[in-house]
């Protein structure tokens, strides 16, 4: 199903609210998503474009899941199955995102929005990157661009994806900026698999879609997507980027960052922006969830049942992992824990919780923490490890932090009270009432 398509259903479903208001791209349709957030917000008259916005579309995993027909436990299996079973999407000829071919660049008609007072500028928050490296071929990548020009962005390329070693390896790199897209392609676009796999392969295996050669560069790009800005990369070209919310929603600084110039625009008719608040449920959604399956395959890996992982909102959908096991020997939860920081390295605190506690619902698992756990048996504490660049608490400059993992299971041998929840006797309340 194409972006389109799906804001019509949810539409017609009275899913998505609509506001016919006028309302600025400056510091007002970010105020309104976020006040509404997790509900799916049209805005169908915005003071300084044409174009509409939506936001707030795939904000958790319930409306993720839902759009591929699919319960929330079945998204692990789900993306390990489709990164290793990708299969090549169809190129089509024409395709709905080159419908209007724009004759000059002006990214002030578009309604990139300006999300916070302190931010650097207008931002794109939602695009899916797309580029080409001579030898590895296209990769998907998502990069916030701030605007600072009718025709540039200044783009966020933290060292080490693969958007920047094509970059330094390259000096320019020819790009599409895609906006508004389905789950599959942003999940895809998340996704941090080996070098050389183009995830549009991964986005075609969770559900197929279809690809069309961009207008003025050399990539194959998502047919369905509402806008497509195309241009190019330069490495050693900079301008200031930031300041800008980040995932953990606090204010990013300012850096020094690749210039992204922008040198056609095509869009759908009637185009639809797709936004998307940084730091909200929907960015903290699509960075954790597609770390799950690596979490999921490294505890099983230890040889440990892993039966599901939930990189929480709370610890910025980045920092902290829940992950649920099925106990069989004392070692397990250690083992667990283990098997996570490996899977993630840029996790900062991971709770191994037992079969018997829902790991979606943080009453629980601070539940199993008050009456399940010792600190000074079931801690593994790893002082000064790497870890992540978004944690305002690690050191600045080199990331290091200290990690943490507790084992919040119950002993298999008890000794002395019970670990159970007792369980009252259930009775039909509406017979009384
Ligand atoms: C909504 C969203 C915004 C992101 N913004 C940035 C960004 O501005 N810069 C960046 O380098 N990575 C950003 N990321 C993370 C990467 O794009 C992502 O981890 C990607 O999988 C890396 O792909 P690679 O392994 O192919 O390099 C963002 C991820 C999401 C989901």
Known sequence: MGFREYINKIDKEGLLRKVDLEVSKKLEISGILKAIEPIPVLFNNVKESEFRVVGNVFCTKDVISSYFGVTPADLIPMLSKAIDERSEPEIVANAPCQEVVETEVDLDKIPILFHCDKDGGNYISSAVVITRDPDYGQNLDFHRAMQYSKDKFAARIVKGRHFYKFLEKNGEVEVAFCIGNTPNILIA???SVDIGVDELEIANALEPIKVV????????????????????????????????????????????????????????KEAIWQALLPGALEHKILMGMPREP???NKVNATGVKCLDVNISPGGSSWLHAIVQIDKKTEEDGKKAIEGTFAGHTSCKHVFIVDKDINIYDPLAVEWSFATRFQGNTRMVIKDKEPGSSL???AEPGTKMT????????????????????????????????
């Open 189 to 191: 676009g998340a996704t």
């Open 213 to 268: 050669k961009a207008n003025s560069v050399d990539l194959l790009i998502p047919a369905e997507a509402e806008f497509v800005l195309e241009g190019k990369v330069y490495f050693e070209e900079r301008h200031a980027e930031g300041p800008f919310v980040d995932l953990t929603e606090t204010l990013d600084i300012i850096r020094e960052e690749p210039i992204f110039e922008v040198k056609k625009i095509t869009h759908r």
């Open 294 to 296: 690596t979490i999921f």
């Open 391 to 393: 944690d305002p608490s």
């Open 402 to 433: 200290t990690k943490i993992g507790f084992d919040l299971t119950k002993p298999l041998v008890i000794k002395g009270k019970s670990f159970e929840i007792v369980e009252f006797p259930k009775v039909d309340v509406n017979k009384y009432f």
